[in-house]
């Protein structure tokens, strides 16, 4: 089993900035991908960012390159979203979540941490 516990959430003014945290427990995370995903309210949740555990593979959905940086800390089994220049559609419930598959495919993400709201606003 694997535990997933987002923080680091808040209200921010456009063009601030905020670090969300995932600190994940449990199983072995050297073969997970990790993820990170946001649903606002009214639509469904998205890709948003992923880093596989060695950090070698990285991906980031294209409205957020330049502005987000994922990374993860193996020592501390914790991976990062830094986020700057915060626009008012980032707006949502950002959520982190893990998979076997190097993948940015929803579906294939098996664990999932509870959320944490991130409010920018204009």
């Known amino acids: 089993q694997v535990q997933l516990v987002e923080s680091g959430g808040g209200l921010v003014q456009a063009g601030g900035s905020l670090r969300l945290s995932c600190a994940a427990s449990g199983r072995t995370f050297s073969r997970y991908f990790m993820g990170w995903f946001r649903q606002a309210p009214g639509k469904e949740r998205e890709f948003v960012a992923a880093?596989?555990?060695?950090?070698?593979?990285?991906y980031y959905v294209d409205s957020v390159q330049g502005r987000f940086t994922i990374s993860r800390d193996t020592a501390k089994n914790t991976v990062y979203l830094q986020m700057n220049s915060l626009k008012p559609e980032d707006t949502a419930v950002y959520s982190c979540a893990a998979s076997t598959q190097s993948t940015i495919d929803i579906r294939q993400y098996d664990y999932w941490g509870q959320g944490t709201q991130v409010t920018v606003s204009s």
């Open positions: 880093i596989s555990w060695s950090g070698s593979t990285i």
